[in-house]
């Protein structure tokens, strides 16, 4: 039988990327890290293994390909600006719209 999953966050993943990149994040057992990020209190790092792990190899290649960079750089680049960019992202705490790739781009320039 197929059981509903219902999103313990609220809103869908579907037209929010970032919701999906956390629901990733969360998947993988990097919660505690996303959640932190969102909130407003301090934030936890992540490794750029975590951030391989969480992610599936194709949205790291395709980030990794507009960025310019290989999927290990990419990796790494993601877990040094991810926590600040999601942190600056949802100064309310609120999950906002906006893909993987206009994250890093928005914090590579």
């Known amino acids: 039988g197929g059981g ?22 969360t998947k993988s057992g990097l919660a505690d890290q996303a959640q932190s990020w969102i909130g407003t209190g301090e934030n936890k790092p992540v ?5 391989k792990d969480a992610l599936p190899d194709g949205a790291l ?9 290989s999927p290990e750089q990419a990796a ?5 600006v991810l ?6 992202l949802t100064p309310q ?3 906002p719209s906006g ?5 890093i781009k ?3 320039l």
């Not at 490794?47 to 951030?51: E, K, R, T, Y």
């Not at 790494?76 to 040094?80: C, F, H, K, T, V």
């Not at 893909?99 to 994250?103: A, Y």
């Open 93 to 95: 705490g609120q999950v």
């Open 61 to 69: 290649r395709k980030a990794a390909e507009q960025a310019g960079v």
């Open 99 to 103: 893909s993987l790739e206009d994250i």
């Open 4 to 25: 509903a999953g219902g999103q313990a966050a609220g809103g869908n993943g579907a037209n929010n990327p970032l919701g999906g990149l956390l629901d990733m994040l």
């Open 106 to 108: 928005a914090q590579a």
């Open 76 to 80: 790494d680049e993601i877990a040094q």
């Open 47 to 51: 490794s750029a293994d975590q951030i």
């Open 83 to 88: 926590p600040q960019a999601v942190d600056k």
